[in-house]
């Protein structure tokens, strides 16, 4: 907003000058606003006009509520962590590889005999517009792989069955 003071005819006024669109004006003169639409603009060199940028008025608080003084607020706490689903005993003789949290395979980097060892990729995991690799949990090899890439698939799904070699 622009604030302008201007003096017609020996009375000073002051005008506020709200730009609401490229060519549309909100002007606050003497208590009145009025919508104003620019028809035409040229550069006039003998006018000189410096105007005076008006602070904004802080936001009013509605009827009835307070505003709240931020030290007064109880401090921050992270929220736990969820428990991520079992990924089997990686002592047994097969283990399933389960789907941490929901969302789309992009890609299966395994078949079923692949030999893999502990932390290769199994497969890639859309959720929440990341790219999640899965890996091994231990070596061993792939009995079954249970999705294919486009899948959805839920929290704690089989993705990937191993078996040890």
Do not use: W
């Amino acid at each position: 907003m622009r604030r302008y003071t201007i003096e017609v005819g020996g009375k000073v006024h002051t005008v506020d000058v709200q730009e609401t669109a490229a060519d549309r004006f909100q002007v606050h003169i003497g208590g009145r606003a009025l919508e104003v639409r620019l028809a035409a603009a040229r550069d006039v060199a003998e006018a000189v006009i410096s105007p005076e940028i008006a602070p904004q008025d802080p936001p009013q608080v509605p009827a009835g509520l307070r505003p709240v003084a931020p030290e007064s607020l109880p401090p921050l706490r992270p929220a736990p962590l969820p428990a991520l689903p079992p990924q089997g005993d990686p002592l047994e003789a097969s283990s399933e590889v389960r789907a941490p949290m929901p969302g789309t395979v992009v890609s299966v980097e395994v078949a079923a005999g692949d030999h893999v060892e502990h932390g290769q990729p199994l497969l890639k995991l859309d959720a929440m517009k990341m790219t999640n690799t899965i890996c091994a949990p231990r070596a061993g090899v792939v009995d079954e792989v249970h999705v294919a890439a486009g899948a959805s698939v839920r929290t704690g799904q089989p993705l990937v069955t191993l078996v040890e070699d």
